[in-house]
Each structure stands twice: as structure tokens, then as C-alpha cells.
């Protein structure tokens, strides 16, 4: 399953794009920017891989990942393997895959975005990329914060990051080089 741009771009959260018709199951535990996990046939988050382009993400804290520690806004697209064909990842992919594809840098890009909706939830965004040549840089910053319905549960959430691209002669390779930062109240 490949959870696209267009669903990406509609999402407040990566939590709600992915509920859109993945066939996953989600746990949200106290609205927007709190811990969002996955599951899948019965299998907890625990059992399930997240990829950050094709890399290894955990938190051993959680036994698995948060997602809410990343913005729908940052992929391209979101690749999912469910079934049999998790098995050629290992056995930290019992219930599943998740890849999250974040945006190339090799293209000329600027924008500005910024949500609102209730219990006080805003989120602002801006991101630039820049080709040169074969070369792509580029960058990302975000603000969130929200109230959310609960007494004391709201967030306060920055991440950032930057990216280069390198695109090899004749096209057929790519290497990407990443940071990210996330910081949550």
C-alpha cells in the first residue's frame, strides 16, 4: 500500500494520513502530539518496522516508534508491506512495514504552509530545496502546538532538518545525506 502526496498534504498528522485507508490500526492516546503508534493483524507496534528511507527507526523506549514525532508534510510517500511479504525484512517485521519517504532535494522548491482548526491547533511550516546540477540541498522547519481537549495535555513541537542529494552520472544511483531534529514539550 502507498499512502500518496495528495493524502500527505490533507493530514494534520502522519497518525490521521495513515488511518485514510492504510488497513493499519492506530493508537493515538491523548490527541495531536501525543504517542501514536501502530499495529497491524493483531500485532503490536513492537512487532512492526519503521524505515525512515529504507534505515532502521526505534525507540526502545516505547518498544517501538512514535509517530508522532514526524509530520506528514515531510514525505513524498509512505510505503506499507503487510502480510507474507514482511518476512524478507526479518523478524522485526512480524506485523509489518512502514517506509517513510521523505522529500528529494533535487528540485527547486520554496514554500510556506500553515494549518489551524479547534482546541487551538496550529501548525506552520517552511521548506526550501535548491538544484544544482546533480546536486540537491536543501531544508525544512515546523512548528506545532496544540491544546487538545484534555486538561494539561497540550504540545508545543519544533523539528527541523536538512538534506542534500547527489544523483549519480547517467541517473542510475542516488545518495542522500540527512539530519532531523525534534523537540517536544
Known amino acids: 500500500t502507498v499512502v500518496l ?9 502522519l497518525s490521521e494520513a495513515l ?10 492516546f491523548s490527541g495531536a502530539g501525543s504517542v501514536a503508534t501502530l499495529s497491524n493483524w493483531g500485532t503490536f ?23 508522532s514525532e514526524y509530520s506528514p508534510s515531510e514525505f513524498e510517500r509512505i510505503e506499507l508491506v503487510k502480510g507474507p511479504q514482511s518476512a524478507f525484512y526479518g523478524s522485526d517485521a512480524l506485523g509489518g512495514v512502514v517506509n517513510l519517504v521523505p522529500k528529494t532535494m533535487l528540485f527547486d522548491r520554496a514554500a510556506f504552509s500553515t494549518q489551524w482548526g479547534g482546541n487551538d491547533y496550529r501548525r ?7 538544484k544544482v546540477g546533480r546536486f540537491g540541498v536543501g ?5 506545532m502546538s496544540t491544546e487538545n481537549s484534555r486538561r494539561n495535555s497540550g504540545v508545543d513541537q519544533q523539528s527541523f532538518g536538512a538534506r542534500t542529494d547527489l544523483l549519480s552520472t547517467g541517473g542510475r544511483g ?4 540527512s539530519v532531523r531534529a525534534f523537540n517536544d514539550s
Open 5 to 13: 502526496p495528495t493524502v500527505l498534504r490533507r493530514s494534520a498528522t
Open 19 to 28: 488511518d485514510d485507508g492504510s488497513g493499519v490500526d492506530l493508537r493515538e
Open 45 to 67: 507496534n513492537r512487532h512492526m518496522l519503521l524505515l525512515y528511507d529504507g534505515r532502521v527507526v526505534r525507540d526502545y523506549s516505547l518498544g517501538g516508534f512514535n509517530l
Open 124 to 130: 506552520h511550516r517552511l521548506e526550501a530545496s535548491r
Open 139 to 143: 531544508g525544512w522547519g515546523e512548528l
Open 174 to 177: 542516488h545518495l542522500h545525506m
